[in-house]
């Protein structure tokens, strides 16, 4: 069996996007692996996108077809089909490129130092510019280098320095080796907002030892991404803050006997609240009905939310 299995959810509209992520995959300097592609029943299907590959490529590949279950029910079902010799699972979203190094220092790093979770750095456009390199972390946490070539990092209590800014992860440059694949999975309910963060979190408190590679591990590529597509004023915007108000209050559940992470988190999921009021007030400005429906169901998990309307009002009252 190969050494790692590269887990790929497919959900695409445009011919060729599939086909550039494999190409970067196939030109890895490390060539132990096979791919699982999980077709998440994508509009173009991934098969379609195989057809030009040649016979060798072709046949390290599996495609599983699954109903839609969005990106974290889709790399659930690769975890689920990683073959039992497998020693680690590197995820790619089907936009993403590789650099050629990727595995080979993926591999390098897990293996001297007998980690299980792995992250490098991306590189993005101008609509990445929210992220920030995996180098800057060492500017203001306790990193430790462990290695200069490529240069590897650990920082202490890494789930904590997450919990900040979790802008320096992200899935396409993620490995995980075989206790994480087996116990690990995405919360596939929360596919608008925060699935990935909820997982990197359950992956670093889980992990044996975490590294971070500042080299580059993946480019930033273009394609269907549902989460950056809903912007304030988009129907599924109330939708994506009450999902990510979720995902935050099971989050804070990890950390329950810590009390500065869980003030941390408080105020993310005030601030989620504060967001979605907004939206449905400029839907209200516009003479357009807010999504009752929506805030019913919030508020019947989250009765702060009756607070935070009370003092939106009133700031608005009193101005």
Same mark, same amino acid.
């Given at each position: 069996m190969a050494t790692f299995t590269i887990i790929i959810p497919f959900y695409q509209r445009e011919d060729g996007i599939l086909r550039r992520a494999l190409a970067s995959v196939f030109a890895q300097s490390f060539q132990d692996f096979d791919v699982i592609v999980v077709d998440d029943q994508s509009p173009y299907p991934a098969e379609d996108e195989l057809k030009p590959l040649g016979e060798e490529q072709r046949s390290r590949i599996a495609?599983?077809?699954?109903?839609?279950?969005?990106?974290?029910?889709?790399?659930?079902?690769?975890?689920?089909?990683?073959?039992?010799?497998? &020693? *680690?699972? #590197?995820? %790619?979203?089907?936009?993403?490129?590789?650099?050629?190094?990727?595995?080979?220092?993926?591999?390098? +790093?897990?293996?001297?130092?007998?980690?299980?979770?792995?992250?490098?750095?991306?590189?993005?456009?101008e609509e990445f510019d929210y992220h920030f390199s995996i180098a800057d972390l060492e500017a203001s946490e306790k990193a430790v280098r462990l290695c200069e070539h490529p240069l590897l990092l650990e920082i202490p209590d890494i789930a904590s320095v997450m919990l900040k800014n979790w802008a320096f992860l992200h899935m396409s440059c993620m490995v995980i080796g075989r206790p994480l694949i087996e116990k690990v &999975? *995405?919360? #596939?309910? %929360?596919?608008?907002?925060?699935?990935?963060?909820?997982?990197?979190?359950?992956?670093?408190?889980? +992990?044996?030892?975490?590294?971070?590679c500042v080299e580059p591990g993946a480019l930033r590529g273009e394609g269907i991404n549902i989460f950056h597509g809903v912007d304030n004023d988009s129907?599924?915007?109330?939708?994506?803050?009450?999902?990510?108000?979720?995902?935050?209050?099971?989050?804070?559940?990890?950390?329950?006997?810590?009390?500065?992470?869980?003030?941390?988190?408080?105020?993310?999921?005030?601030?989620?609240?504060?967001q979605a009021l907004w939206s449905q007030a400029r839907l209200v400005r516009r003479r357009r009905l807010p999504d009752f429906q929506m805030l019913a169901r919030w508020a019947w998990r989250d009765p702060a939310l009756f607070a935070s309307a009370l003092q939106i009002a009133g700031g608005k009252l009193s101005k």
């Open positions: 495609v599983v077809k699954q109903a839609n279950a969005g990106p974290g029910g889709a790399r659930n079902t690769g975890l689920d089909n990683v073959p039992a010799a497998t &020693r *680690f699972a #590197a995820f %790619l979203d089907s936009d993403d490129l590789w650099t050629h190094e990727h595995l080979q220092n993926a591999y390098d +790093a897990l293996q001297k130092f007998d980690a299980d979770c792995y992250w490098a750095s991306i590189h993005g456009g &999975r *995405f919360d #596939a309910a %929360l596919r608008l907002a925060a699935e990935d963060v909820l997982f990197f979190c359950d992956c670093m408190l889980a +992990a044996r030892r975490v590294l971070l129907p599924q915007f109330l939708k994506q803050q009450f999902i990510t108000w979720m995902a935050l209050d099971r989050l804070e559940s990890r950390f329950s006997k810590r009390p500065v992470e869980i003030e941390t988190i408080k105020a993310y999921k005030n601030r989620a609240r504060k």
